[in-house]
């Protein structure tokens, strides 16, 4: 594994619809081609919610594994008032992210960079992949099903060089324990997930007091060791209706799910 990436080598890049951001790497067509597939995904067919996800017009929002900040980026442009923790701990992807709420004037937005788990932990190590930043993880051995898969279709050389990854290192906290450092009370509208294979620690980082607080869930599950089964019990064990749906986008194989829990709240509207 190569070192740690510079933060400063952050690119303007422009995806569909004229829509600009920024990113960690510089012209490159796997990048690329995986940043429009994001952009796609949450702001073309908005796959992570669900037409009964009603937020309000004042929502707050945590977005857990922020990437450069895409989804926090479509609901500060869905829900102008809304008010957005997020949570990366790639250090020249927080970057981008940062740059990314200046370029589009996002202020209801904080970014926090670390990790999340099931227990406060420093100097954890994580493998970030400049092709395939969507893909960085705790977890790299995780990867490896996806990695052999890729190499069947497309050759080991472009699976070898997509997966060629770097070591970083970050702080992992409790999300329960910066919900209470931030002082943020009431309702929390909408968790998102997304983090490449440490969706159950995330979840299992989480009081009660705050899973009373959760509205809506969504999460991106690797249905690896009955992970996808795990979660949902979870999810329907603290209150919420449960339902999932293998991530078609995806090469055939990836047995990658979206995941949505939400709760009756009669009080909220769109």
């Known amino acids: 594994m190569k070192g740690a990436p510079a933060v400063d080598q952050i690119y303007l890049v422009e995806l569909d619809d004229g829509f600009t951001c920024y990113s960690p790497s510089p012209n490159d067509s796997e990048q690329f081609s995986e940043l429009k597939l994001i952009y796609s995904e949450i702001f073309t067919r908005r796959s992570y919610l669900r037409e009964d996800m009603c937020l309000g017009e004042e929502p707050f929002v945590v977005d857990v594994g922020g990437?450069?900040?895409l989804f926090t980026l479509f609901v500060a442009a869905t829900w102008p008032k809304a008010r957005i923790l997020a949570f990366e701990p790639i250090p020249c992807l927080g970057a981008?992210?940062?740059r990314n709420l200046e370029l589009h004037e996002v202020?209801?937005?904080?970014?926090v960079p670390v990790g999340l788990g099931r227990a406060p932990q420093n100097g954890v190590t994580f493998t970030y992949y400049p092709v395939i930043p969507g893909s960085s993880t705790r977890y790299p051995e995780q990867k490896k099903p996806h990695q052999d898969l890729l190499a069947r279709v497309m050759g080991k050389a472009?699976?070898?060089?997509?997966?060629?990854?770097e070591t970083v290192v970050?702080?992992?906290e409790r999300l329960s324990d910066v919900l209470a450092r931030h002082g943020r009370t009431g309702p929390i509208d909408l968790l998102k997930v997304d983090t490449e294979g440490a969706e159950l620690d995330i979840l299992?980082?989480?009081d009660d007091r705050d899973w009373q607080r959760i509205r809506?869930?969504?999460l991106e599950v690797h249905d690896l060791e009955g992970r996808l089964t795990a979660v949902n019990?979870?999810?329907y064990a603290k209150g919420f209706e449960v339902s999932s749906e293998l991530n078609t986008e995806l090469p055939e194989g990836f047995d990658t799910y979206l995941v949505w829990g939400s709760k009756d709240w009669p009080d909220r509207v769109a």
């Open 107 to 111: 202020t209801g937005a904080t970014l």
């Open 216 to 218: 809506h869930v969504v």
């Open 96 to 98: 981008a992210f940062r």
């Open 233 to 235: 019990d979870l999810l």
């Open 204 to 206: 299992c980082g989480i």
């Open 158 to 165: 472009v699976a070898d060089y997509a997966f060629a990854g």
């Open 67 to 69: 990437n450069v900040g």
């Open 170 to 172: 970050s702080d992992v």
